[in-house]
């Protein structure tokens, strides 16, 4: 007799202490605490033909984003197809999933998983692959509406409604609404207030609003809630923006060194891109990183030609080009150029519009090349999404085409933009002293002065 899980979704296994045990693996996920990976591989060994058990392992390494985990897998989901007759049509669904995604069809692997919520609308693992690789993708509607298929039927009763919640609150802060992304973000917290995915929702939402002070005093008080959590470092680096939009330039550096200022190598590269891209952040500001570029590019040597996400190679020309590293630099955009010419995975689109013009901005931003920074960026500023990641994370595109801007003498451009910015976020201080600069250039020496005591405001405020 098979099995259900406690949502009631069927499994072929015939154990229920199996079926049971893979419980807390799938919520250790999904709170972002433990290592489920190698807990699942613990339980593999002991049961080799669980199926489920190979098909959450493979699904948790589709979400690393590193080539040095495809091997890993890629094993997992041949280990599972070789149980496809064993296996329900549940877990079928979800092979197929992984095997579009390990042939590079990442689009392909979220319709496939979206099949499986059709009809398994409680089937929390297939959820959370779809909503998490919508983020990666950056797409933006899919994040949120994936969770509102299944949102109806779920309620307090079926555990893990908590992280359905988190996954809508960030969904709908993506998509702009945000007075119910913090509601559903806050209803996720008072479930479990150890929620980092509904704290960093939150987060995001205090942060597009520009509610510095807020967000700041929400990260802090709730520190012990996330700060030993898997997504920490992360959640760092948005306390950090909150204290950089408030030029407390000394409270940055102190959060980069002393939780972003990783010593391990060969460390996750998630944690290597929020280092990066706090500190190009700074080098925006013109803030001195001293040798924290050069341990921060050693640590992206390695996969300079991986070309597996174009997210990461961005953050890794950045690296490059800020310790002055511009033959490897150049390697990355050279390796990224000859994929695109031959590869059909469904990085490709994503390198090829976004990926590309960024890399060639990067560098051409630190060689002081601004007005080659600006032809790579303005056409492609209102596509950014489609190289994954959230709205604060891609802010860094449209800053450093400003940023460029008005390095470049360009201030009529650079006023336009920096009234873009100020339009979308009014009680950023940061935008208002862009806006002022932008004045300064163009001889309104009141009109700046203006903008610089509206950001003067706001920060006494």
Not at 3 to 30: H, K
Not at 270 to 275: G, H, Q, S, T, V
Not at 278 to 294: I, M, N, Q, T
Not at 380 to 406: C, K, M, N, P
Request: with cysteine; glycine share 6%; hydrophobic share 45%.
């Amino acid at each position: 007799m098979t099995q259900s899980d406690c949502r009631g979704v069927p499994t072929s296994c015939n154990n229920p202490a199996l079926v049971a045990a893979l419980e807390p693996l799938l919520e250790d996920s999904l709170a972002f605490r433990g290592d489920p990976v190698a807990s699942a591989q613990a339980l593999l060994e002991a049961h080799p033909d669980f199926i489920l058990g190979h098909i959450f392992k493979a699904a948790m390494l589709t979400q690393v984003m590193e080539t040095r985990i495809y091997d890993e897998m890629l094993t997992g989901v041949v280990a599972a197809e070789a149980l496809w007759q064993a296996a329900c049509e549940r877990e079928r669904g979800h092979i197929r999933a992984l095997r579009a995604w390990v042939d590079g069809d990442f689009f392909g692997a979220v319709q496939r998983w979206e099949e499986v919520l059709v009809l398994y609308p409680f089937d929390l693992l297939a959820l959370q692959m779809v909503h998490l690789t919508d983020v990666l993708l950056g797409d933006v509607t899919g994040q949120r509406d994936c969770v509102a298929r299944v949102l109806p039927l779920w309620d307090e009763s079926v555990p893990g409604y908590e992280f359905v919640l988190g996954f809508y609150a960030f969904g709908l802060e993506e998509n702009r609404d945000f007075a119910r992304a913090e509601e559903c973000g806050r209803r996720a917290l008072a479930i479990r207030p150890d929620h980092p995915y509904a704290i960093h929702a939150v987060a995001h939402v205090l942060e597009m609003q520009g509610r510095q002070s807020g967000g700041i005093w929400f990260m802090s008080s709730r520190q012990k809630e996330w700060a030993e959590s898997n997504f920490r470092n992360h959640l760092w680096w948005h306390l950090s923006l909150f204290h950089l939009d408030l030029a407390q330039i000394d409270r940055v550096i102190e959060i980069y060194d002393r939780q972003l200022r990783a010593t391990n190598p060969h460390g996750d590269k998630y944690e290597e891109l929020d280092a990066a891209a706090l500190l190009w952040r700074l080098k925006l500001l013109d803030v001195d990183a001293g040798d924290r570029w050069g341990e921060l590019a050693d640590k992206w040597e390695a996969s300079v030609e991986d070309t597996l996400y174009a997210f990461n190679d961005v953050h890794a020309m950045m690296c490059f080009v800020s310790a002055g590293r511009q033959k490897t630099a150049q390697r990355l955009l050279n390796a990224n150029e000859r994929y695109c010419e031959h590869a059909s995975d469904a990085n490709v689109a994503m390198s090829r519009e976004i990926g590309i013009p960024f890399l060639k901005a990067l560098q051409a931003f630190a060689l002081e090349l601004y007005d080659d920074c600006i032809e790579c960026l303005l056409p492609v500023r209102y596509r950014t999404h489609r190289l994954g990641g959230s709205f604060a994370q891609r802010d860094i595109i449209g800053w450093t085409l400003l940023e460029a801007a008005l390095r470049a003498g360009r201030y009529g451009l650079a006023l336009a933009l920096a009234h873009e910015r100020c339009e979308m976020k009014p009680s950023s201080p940061q935008n208002w002293r862009m806006v002022a600069r932008a004045h300064e250039g163009l001889g309104a020496s009141d009109r700046a002065a203006r903008a610089q005591a509206r950001a003067e405001s706001l920060m006494a405020a």
